[in-house]
């Protein structure tokens, strides 16, 4: 695509949004929960369907070797979207999983009592209950790093709390709450220097910016392919060689394995070790695809596309009154938690719904965040570079009439 871009035509690219809901146009503002797909992913998942279907590298016949070929291709376009290489990318469901991965074969061997694993307040439920349980098995503790009334992570009581005791640094790139991008290239380089490791969310990042993994220093980085315009349960842990070599596998079957015994197996080399069962093949071919179609516009492009949607969005709702925007750090991603006075969050989302308005409601997977907020649950409107600045006016105008209903 070129520089100057058609975001009109590049909207056309996405079927789902042309549908209507509840009798009107659909606005969609809720690509934190997941991204709508292309049409050239959802063709090439039809196609692997049709004319590829086969599992990865379980056969020789023709189908077996274009499944393979096909999945590995995807491999190598995801580890070049993230500027790594591809023997150390894990693929596996999600986000959720490849924290997993970390928690249960790195932290669960070495971790010990008296040694810290510390997270920040914004966390995701995801990058909090992996370590709890870790913590439980080890006798390891948590230790909880805070953040500013504006969203902003308190830097100088973060590094305060990167005591000899915390082995172990979870924190998210960008917050899906609150959007705050959080200086994760400075943090992880203090954490080096105190010798701790650090994993790091990119579940909200991946989709909206460009992300050099090595470059931000970090030991391990998960990205959810469905936010990213690609199927769901794609995904990928990115992880520094040394510790692919030295972590044991997560889970057991086919494909992790070199040779097995009864006296004994000898594992395959990472990242296939962390690989184990038969994966989802075609949603990982489709997630290539996904890649393909960010990298031909750009990250820097959506990026800026998506800073300007966002201040669009926040000069337009600080006019309706009463309501309250939640986090306001000066580096955001296009995020948009916010309450209306009065009104309950679920109460909004639902009328929204019915003028053809999907938000999301609740609490978000972050409870911990929300408590200290003082709130039980928030809208969040997520925007996306196929979103336009008409949907943002008729956002708020659906929102005006939504809160004029439950005054």
Known sequence: MSTTHDWAAIRADFPLLTREVHGKPLV?????????????????????FRQHNANVSRAVHA???????????????????????????????????????????????????????????????????????????????????????????????LYAAMTPDVKLLALAHVSNVLGTVNPVKEICREARRRGITTV??????????????????????????????????????WARREHLAAMPPFLGGGEMIKEVRFAGTVFNDGPHRFEAGTPNIAGH?????????LSAIGMDAIEAREAELL????????KVDGLRILGEAPEKAAVISFLVAGAHAHDLAT???????????GQHCAHPLLQFYGVPATCRASFAFYNTHDEIERFVAALRKVRHLLA
Request: a negative charge; one cysteine or more; charged letters at 25%.
């Open 28 to 48: 969609y503002l809720d690509s934190a929960n997941t991204g709508q797909k292309p049409a050239k992913v959802i063709d090439t998942v039809d196609d692997f």
């Open 63 to 157: 189908l077996g070797t274009e499944a393979t070929e096909a999945y590995e291709a995807s491999r190598t376009k995801l580890a070049g979207f993230l500027k790594a290489h591809r023997d150390e990318l894990v693929l596996c469901s999600g986000t959720t999983f490849a924290i997993n991965i970390v928690a249960y074969s790195w932290a669960l061997p070495r971790l010990k009592a008296g040694d810290a694993i510390l997270v920040s307040r914004m966390e995701h439920h995801a990058n909090i209950v992996p370590w709890q349980l870790v913590a439980e098995r080890t006798g390891a503790v948590i230790k909880v790093a805070e953040i500013r009334e504006d969203g902003t992570l308190d830097l100088d009581a």
């Open 200 to 237: 790091i969310d990119g579940s909200q990042a991946a989709p909206h910016r460009a992300v050099d993994v090595p470059s931000l220093g970090c030991d391990f980085y998960a990205i959810t392919g469905h936010k990213m315009c690609g199927p769901t349960g794609t995904g990928a842990l």
């Open 285 to 293: 071919i489709g997630l290539g695809a996904a890649v393909d179609y």
């Open 311 to 318: 201040a669009h969005a926040n000069e337009e709702l600080r």
């Open 351 to 361: 009328l929204l719904d019915l003028e053809g308005v999907a938000v999301r409601s």
